[in-house]
């Protein structure tokens, strides 16, 4: 995205929500979805250069954040949608009994916020795993876009249906899945996501922690080390520390294929 741009302080203080969460040295910059390497992956798919133009006046700030910061809190007002640019997010809540889950973890081109469109408000923390960048988008603005530019709806539905589809897959791992199986089709999942950002399919670095993974899949820490450490002596993958080589994918999805239905 081009840089040149830079906002005035005060443009840059208005651009971002939520601002008493979010220090006033935090570098905000003009985005521009025509020149961004990602919006293949965002709602910018498939636009035209005109289309691209008003969608560009729409997103009007980057935002940065430091590793374990939030980019939003649970109960915080809802008035924009986050398009992550660069880094790695988790997001989760807050259960009864004070333990965190974790419900998802966003890469480059994916959309964090939407879990506030309907109550405006957050549901769920959202907290950045490693330095990270996102695209501030008023929301308000993209509804009126939307309704402007077919090709911009369509896209923001298929982003709202890949969430659906994801929260079902997270409802298929809690609750048929052997442990293994779900760390087998969390893996493979990864792979997926970073293949379609052009990356390595078959070696990656995970950014998120043993425990985070444990929450995510809903199984105890001890669990997940031993599904890694049975996977890596079977020869299916190569672990150090967060660095993982899928040595053999076929024989994770096989897991997979051979579990009864």
Not at 88 to 111: C, H, N, P, S
Not at 197 to 217: C, D, K, N, Q, V
Request: aromatic residues 6%; contains cysteine.
């Amino acid at each position: 995205m081009d840089q040149s741009g830079r906002p005035s302080e005060r443009e840059s203080e208005a651009a971002l929500p939520n601002k008493s969460a979010v220090p006033v040295s935090l570098v905000t910059i003009k985005a521009a979805c025509s020149q961004c390497s990602l919006h293949e992956l965002c709602i910018s798919e498939g636009l035209g250069k005109e289309e691209l133009a008003k969608l560009d006046s729409l997103v009007g700030a980057r935002r940065k954040l430091k590793r374990q910061q939030n980019l939003y809190r649970a109960g915080d007002p809802f008035e924009a949608l986050y398009a992550v640019r660069t880094g790695f997010f988790k997001t989760d809540v807050l259960l009864e009994d004070g333990r965190d889950q974790v419900t998802g973890f966003q890469m480059a081109g994916e959309i964090l916020g939407m879990d506030g469109i309907g109550t405006e408000a957050h549901s769920c923390n959202a907290v950045a795993l490693e330095d990270s960048e996102v695209c501030v988008i008023p929301f308000a603005q993209l509804e009126q876009l939307s309704r402007e530019i077919q090709a911009l709806q369509r896209n923001f539905h298929k982003v709202m249906s890949r969430e659906l589809v994801r929260d079902q897959s997270l409802m298929m791992l809690l609750g048929t899945m052997r442990a293994e199986e779900r760390l087998a089709a969390f893996l493979l999942n990864m792979s997926q996501r970073f293949t379609a950002r052009g990356y390595s399919p078959a070696e990656f670095h995970l950014r998120m922690t043993r425990e985070e993974i444990g929450s995510y899949l809903g199984l105890k820490l001890e669990t997940v080390s031993r599904a890694f450490s049975r996977f890596q002596e079977e020869g299916l993958i190569a672990v150090q520390q967060k660095h993982i080589r899928l040595l053999d994918g076929e024989g994770l999805k096989r897991l997979l294929n051979a579990r009864p239905r």
